[in-house]
């Protein structure tokens, strides 16, 4: 029984729904400007929470024991709830998700946001033993990555830039805990480039990023095939930070491209 958000525009546009896919610790409640915008663009939206996320219950005894694979598995049982088809936007960890469930499903398009690379999250977890040592030992020692994200400065320092009008401590509260398993298997590639080419799909990279690089979007977005959307001055939550509405707009323009929307 996952939580499972949906909106309905006021006047519908849009023929493609989205479906919005999170990332590591958050739930669908992190949409919730994207939710308002693209349904008054006139999509029919939705957005999930994984197990053990937002109002979603755990399912397993622990959360640790989730795989990227089951977290694949309660993307496509939502998927299939929608019709039409949705779109996918997936951010972070939830790109991840998109990328893995995309090696057996087509959708008509998907929006890798900030995404966790394809090549896989080794390179993030070198990064952050050298910069962040204590923090990343003791996330690994314990097995509880919460340890990584469990203030407002990490909050700031992982998520947002310098300007971001974002009550730190409001949304470090609403962060759980993200399953080890599915963080050893996503050490290695995601997904076979090659078994994605049926679903059109669009990287958004933020210049500031500090949880993964534009040259690891840029790898990404090389391995699929995809075009690369560069916001230069924007950190890793861009459905959150100053530049969220332009972001989203690009987009829908996009999107509307692509599937001939308008």
Not at 74 to 102: F, W
Not at 171 to 178: G, M, P, Q, T
Not at 194 to 216: I, S
Request: proline share 6%; net charge negative.
């Amino acid at each position: 029984m996952l939580e499972h958000i949906s909106r309905n525009p006021a006047k519908r546009t849009k023929h493609t729904p989205l479906l919005f896919q999170h990332g590591a610790w958050h739930g669908a409640w992190c949409w919730e400007h994207w939710l308002q915008h693209f349904s008054e663009l006139g999509y029919e939206v939705h957005a999930l929470s994984l197990p053990g996320h937002g109002a979603s219950p755990l399912g397993k005894p622990h959360v640790n024991r989730y795989t990227l694979g089951d977290y694949a598995e309660c993307l496509a049982e939502v998927v299939a709830q929608i019709s039409p088809t949705p779109a996918i936007i997936g951010h972070s960890l939830g790109g991840a998700v998109t990328q893995r469930l995309l090696e057996t499903h087509t959708v008509p398009a998907a929006v890798l946001l900030a995404t966790l690379p394809q090549r896989g999250l080794m390179p993030y977890l070198l990064r952050s033993l050298r910069h962040n040592t204590r923090t990343t030992l003791k996330a690994i020692l314990t097995l509880n990555t919460h340890h990584i994200v469990n203030s407002a400065d990490k909050v700031l320092s992982n998520f947002f830039s310098e300007d971001a009008v974002v009550d730190l401590e409001a949304w470090e509260a609403k962060l759980v805990r993200e399953s080890f398993g599915v963080l050893l298997t996503t050490l290695t590639p995601i997904a076979d480039p090659t078994k994605l080419r049926e679903t059109p799909l669009l990287v958004v990279a933020g210049g500031k990023d500090e949880v993964f690089t534009v040259e690891e979007e840029t790898q990404t977005a090389k391995a699929y095939g995809a075009e690369l959307l560069v916001f230069p001055d924007q950190a890793h939550n861009l459905m959150a930070e100053p530049r969220w509405r332009e972001v989203a707009d690009a987009i829908d323009d996009w999107l509307s491209e692509t599937l001939g929307l308008e």
